[in-house]
């Protein structure tokens, strides 16, 4: 699993999103090719509706950190990467 920093613009008008915003996100990805995990990343965040993506910061999460219950316990959105392939969270600046 990967751990990726990344911004992406909007877009268009969502919310409280307006077309051009540069938004922050951390992206978690259940892939063990960093260049896939990349790809999925960015695919994940164009498909939510964001261009331009850039990713700042990439952490590899070994197994042993994946199959500790403690670990999972305390991050859920690792949880939901680890049910469902992936979890985006974007951040309010």
């Known amino acids: 699993m990967y751990i990726f920093s990344a911004n992406g613009t909007a877009r268009v008008d969502r919310d409280d999103i307006k077309k051009g915003d540069k938004k922050p996100f951390i992206v ?8 896939g995990a990349e790809q999925l990343c ?3 965040l164009m498909r939510a509706g964001f261009t331009d993506i850039e990713i700042e910061k990439r952490k590899f999460v070994e197994e042993k950190l994946r199959k500790d ?8 959105a690792m949880q939901a990467a680890i049910e469902g392939g992936y ?7």
């Open 87 to 93: 979890m985006i969270q974007m951040f309010d600046e």
């Open 28 to 35: 978690y990805i259940d892939f063990l090719d960093l260049f």
């Open 42 to 44: 960015k695919i994940y």
């Open 69 to 76: 219950p403690r670990v999972i316990e305390a991050d859920k």
